[in-house]
């Protein structure tokens, strides 16, 4: 392993141009399905001056280089690769008053009544595909800012970004630092460690520490087989529509600070994470769904998201931007009144075994090989859903913790998730505890699954975390 933590994985200082990795490979081609666009929406309540606020985010791309870069496909080679220009030509998008109520206008026209403007402007840029919808285009950004106009006081303000270059923990680096960054605007110098210049990383695959990937012949040949056909096998969610089109929706889940630290120190007492109760709440809820008898036995499947920087050769700083988590897939028979604790500590084990055994850096070929036969094959999913697991969930939480700065720029609220309405989970949850309350923004395809069938869901997964 690496001595220090790095800021760069060491690939030559005047590179311009460098081919994607398998994993943003894999990304890359999923992103025109549907799932991999990454929005994180900030409601504010008052309005931001936006040629200060473009200087700002134009500062912060010069210091992440990857999220300037131009993203190109070759078909000839077919591969995907990301050309840095020398300085950030980033423009915000502002729609005023009018256009963004000609837009929720639009939008409030569907199912979507009982959510608020800001969460419907928030969903209709996970559902923003047209700067990625095709694949030909060549120099497309991985960026894209608009602010919107709400009324005289509020506006939203969107970071949209291709999912290959900014995974969970750098989308959360790049908000943090550009509030930070706006609120200095307003005054004061500039904070020179929030623009601390990073390079352009590798791949996660060329930084897995030797020997951590290897994996006997045999072994990779059976696990291959046993993601592939086992897919059609496990337990989905009902399906409501498999036939239209779909985009990604997002419904909230909430706990008030005495349930979170409850549910936070049972996890401590019982030695897991969070992120195993959460799955365990998912599966008991999935089958309580389904009107089943006790003991009729059904087969879930779960993937754990690992963020991998710490664990890499060289070891990466927690804000290095790019994608760097890697997934475990586990399985895990539901019967109809199990213990949640019990389903907890089962689920938890059985991923931190197979992280013990290196399987994330084992298996992760064989997942992004799966991931694109899947694209490829919809029909090798049930119904042709492209759903490849039942929940998918991140191994740690995003802290967050509101600070006078939030008050100073007006930040009201904040919401921050990935598209999955193309290859994916039914429900991938996106987990902060926020000021010591459980957060979690869920994300679904519709109209695989409703909004209404949603909202039971995960209204029954917190009774079950409250109730226990
Ligand atoms: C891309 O967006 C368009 C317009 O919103 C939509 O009709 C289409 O279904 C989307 N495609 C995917 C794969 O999400
Ligand atoms: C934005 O800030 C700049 C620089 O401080 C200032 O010149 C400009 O007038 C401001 N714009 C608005 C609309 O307040
Ligand atoms: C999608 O984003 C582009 C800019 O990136 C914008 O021009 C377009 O209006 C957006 N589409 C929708 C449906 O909001
Ligand atoms: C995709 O982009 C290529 C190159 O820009 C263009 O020739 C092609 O017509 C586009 N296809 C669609 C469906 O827009």
């Not at 290959?164 to 960054?181: F, N, P, Q, Y």
Request: net charge negative; proline share 4%; charged share 20%.
């Amino acid at each position: 392993m690496a001595e220090q933590p790095s800021t760069a994985a060491a690939p030559p200082s005047d590179l311009k141009t460098r081919p994607a990795g398998s994993t943003e490979h894999s990304w890359c081609k999923a992103v025109p399905g549907g799932t991999g666009i990454t929005v994180f929406a900030l409601l504010l309540s008052k309005p931001p001056n936006i040629s200060l606020l473009q200087n700002t985010l134009h500062k912060l791309q010069n210091s992440n280089p990857i999220l300037k870069s131009k993203l190109s496909y070759s078909p000839t080679t077919n591969s995907f690769s990301y050309t840095i220009p020398a300085t950030s030509h980033l423009q915000i998008q502002p729609f005023d008053l009018s256009s963004t109520a000609d837009i929720l206008r639009n939008l409030k026209t569907s199912d979507h009544n009982s959510v608020s403007d800001f969460h419907l402007i928030f969903e209709n840029e996970l559902n923003n595909n047209s700067s990625w919808v095709n694949t030909s285009d060549s120099n497309t950004d991985v960026l894209f800012v608009s602010i919107y106009q709400l009324n005289d006081e509020k506006s939203v303000l969107t970071l949209r970004i291709h999912t290959s270059v900014c995974d969970r923990a750098t989308g959360i680096a790049l908000m943090s630092k550009l509030v930070e960054l706006m609120r200095e605007e307003n005054g004061e110098g500039t904070k020179s460690e929030l623009l601390k210049k990073m390079e352009v990383g590798l791949g996660i695959e060329e930084c897995i520490p030797a020997g951590k990937a290897n994996k006997p012949f045999w072994a990779r040949g059976m696990d291959m087989v046993g993601y592939g056909l086992n897919s059609l096998r496990y337990s989905n969610l009902k399906f409501m529509d498999s036939e239209s089109t779909r985009e990604s929706q997002v419904v909230k889940l909430g706990l008030n600070k005495q349930d979170t630290l409850r549910i936070l120190d049972g996890c401590k007492t019982r030695g897991i994470k969070l992120c195993g109760l959460l799955a365990a709440a998912g599966l008991i809820a999935a089958h309580s769904s389904k009107g089943l008898n006790e003991n009729q036995w059904e087969k879930y499947s779960v993937v754990t998201l690992v963020n991998c920087r710490s664990i890499l050769d060289p070891v990466l700083i927690p804000d290095f931007p790019g994608y760097y988590h890697s997934a475990i897939l586990n399985t895990h028979d539901v019967k109809g009144g199990d213990d949640l604790w019990e389903l907890a500590k089962k689920s938890y084990t059985s991923f931190i075994n197979a992280k013990n055994n290196n399987k994330h850096f084992s298996d992760m070929g064989d997942l992004n090989f799966l991931m694109g036969r899947t694209i490829d094959n919809p029909s090798l999913t049930p119904s042709s859903s492209l759903r490849t697991s039942f929940i998918s969930v991140f191994e740690n939480s995003a802290i967050h913790t509101t600070s006078t700065v939030h008050q100073e720029i007006g930040l009201e609220d904040f919401i921050g998730c990935t598209s999955m309405h193309g290859v994916g989970p039914s429900i991938a949850i996106f987990d902060t505890i926020r000021d010591g309350q459980l957060d979690c923004a869920c994300v679904y395809p519709f109209p695989l699954h409703t909004r209404e069938q949603m909202q039971e869901l995960i209204g029954e997964m917190k009774r079950i975390l409250v109730d226990w």
